[in-house]
């Protein structure tokens, strides 16, 4: 609080009751506000123990908010951000990779949301499984942590506004996608609207499919250093990216790519311009579905995107060292902690065949495939799904399978289309980043679909490529509802939406 502030008060005029007034709304010292906030701490609710409630201040960013912390036994930990200036409706932020941390809720505060969100049920790294050796935990994380803390945010908003959330959504990326889903199959209940973005609902299949490329990269000459994939990347492009009418480097018309690593086959002694025989198996088999006891349990990853730093490099290949990719590390914490429970055992060693009842145990557990949204569709809720084009993380491929059998399920086309759409995101790396427009608001059009009936693939969404440092539009796409992709009319500036149309393959 600044001293003008406090001069305010002490001075005495006749316009003190009105500055009381101000300063009090402002969230001064004893301002309701403060004393709301605070009187949270040392309490328990709904069996939680509430370990800190702090007034945050009004910021460039952020207006004045309540974070309140707390925890649920044995070691799950939350947070619940509470506006002063609240728009009556609540999000639940997803989390990423082993969770282990609290995400921000800043872009849900910044716009006037109560938000909430937890570690998943452990403190920890988010590369680091080792808390799946504790059955509890790894419970917590598989299926209850959002289930639980829900119902404590719930109690805390109560209390601190006097009345519930006219509605209650959650957005998720990664594993917040799983979570996401999770809740949509297994607690239908719990929210009103649900996004899930690039969702790792396969996540145990998903990380065996890491560790099979891991084994595949680490046999001799097999590895794929980045130059290699520079020119894999190039070659795609040049083979895919004008199939949606224009060359601008995004694969936009996936459908209708078809690329054979054979072209970059050497002819002669290994160069930097080619692939050898090795690392041709390697991009064939980064391309092609894992499957185990006879069914495809992980999509290939798709065509684009190989070259981007952030990209296979990342998450796959590792610049000929892929034990320190992102895939390498999840897939090593799999097999070590969720599947044969031995810390000091060597992912390369690992042969799913012989882990089999293993594997489904922590599947059933884990992994949220079950295409039945039969009841969350029947108390009328919607589900938006997400997923960049080149996500090297977590194969679009997989929410494109995963979409269409949610169609078959839900006995068609039209029966689906009232309660869940996908939007693929062309060019658009794991979440956030590549060479396609990854900006978009889909939690707004996830609430004017609730709370107003209107689909989102009805409301002429657009997707925007923001500049880094500026925040300026780059270039902008519309968003189209999957199987139609963005195609170019032929006329009109390459950076506007106006000039894409969306078209079925």
């Known amino acids: 609080m600044s001293s003008e502030k406090h001069q305010g008060v002490r001075h005495s005029s006749p316009w003190l009751g009105a500055s009381v007034a101000v300063l009090l709304t402002l969230g001064g010292c004893g301002s309701p506000a403060r004393t709301h906030c605070e009187s949270f701490r040392g309490k328990t609710l709904q069996g939680a123990r509430i370990t800190s409630a702090v007034l945050v201040a009004a910021s460039d960013k952020l207006p004045e908010y309540c974070k309140v912390q707390g925890a649920l036994e044995p070691s799950l930990n939350f947070e619940v951000r509470l506006p002063t200036d609240w728009n009556e409706k609540t999000v639940f932020a997803g989390g990423g990779g082993f969770d282990g941390s609290i995400p921000s809720g ?49 109690a805390i908003i109560q209390e601190r506004y006097g009345k519930s959330s ?24 719990d929210f009103d609207g649900i996004i899930a973005r690039a969702p790792a609902y396969n996540f145990v299949e998903l990380m065996l499919a890491f560790n099979r490329n891991h084994r595949q990269l680490s046999k001799p000459g097999a590895g794929l250093p980045n130059v290699k994939l520079g020119i894999l990347g190039k070659a795609v492009l040049d083979t895919c990216d004008a199939k949606d009418g224009l ?22 002694p290994d160069n930097m311009g080619c692939l050898t025989a090795e690392q041709e198996a390697s991009v064939r088999t980064l391309y092609s579905p894992m499957v185990l006891n006879g069914e495809v349990i992980n999509p290939g990853w798709p065509f684009g995107g190989e070259a981007d730093p952030e990209g296979w490099s990342a998450w796959i290949t590792g610049n000929d060292n892929a034990s ?60 938006i799904l997400w997923h960049g084009g080149t996500d090297a993380a977590i194969s679009q491929h997989g929410t494109a399978a995963y979409y269409e059998r949610l169609v078959t399920a839900a006995g068609g086309q039209a029966a689906a289309d009232t309660f869940v759409e996908y939007f693929p995101a062309p060019g658009v790396n794991h979440c956030f980043g590549g060479a396609g427009a990854d900006a978009v608001d889909l939690l707004t059009a996830l609430e004017n679909w609730v709370e107003k009936g209107v689909a989102p693939s009805q409301a002429n969404l ?44």
């Open 324 to 383: 320190l990719t992102g895939g390498g590390l999840f897939g090593a914490g799999l097999i070590k902690f969720f599947i044969t429970k031995n810390p000091d055992y060597d992912p390369l060693a690992f042969n799913p065949d012989e882990w089999l009842p293993e594997i489904n145990a922590a599947s059933t557990l884990v992994s949220a495939n079950s295409a039945d949204l039969g009841r969350f569709q029947a108390r009328g809720g919607k589900l």
């Open 247 to 268: 060359a601008d480097g995004i694969i936009s018309h996936p459908a209708a790519c078809e690329f054979d690593p054979a072209a970059l086959r050497c002819t002669g």
């Open 106 to 154: 800043d872009i849900y505060t910044a716009k006037g949301y109560a938000s909430i969100a937890s570690d998943g049920g452990h403190t920890g790294n988010a590369l680091d499984g080792s808390f799946a050796l504790d059955p509890v935990k790894l419970e917590d994380f598989a299926q209850l942590s959002t289930h639980r803390v829900l119902p404590v945010a719930k």
């Open 166 to 189: 006219a509605k209650t959504y959650f957005e998720g990326c990664s594993n917040g996608g799983r979570e996401a889903l999770i809740e949509a199959q297994r607690w239908p209940e």
């Open 462 to 505: 657009v997707a925007t490529k923001l500049n880094a440092e500026t925040g300026q539009s780059v270039f902008s796409r519309p968003l189209c509802k999957y199987p139609q992709y963005p195609r170019y009319n032929g006329t009109g500036a390459a950076t506007s939406a106006a000039s894409f149309t969306c078209v079925n393959p």
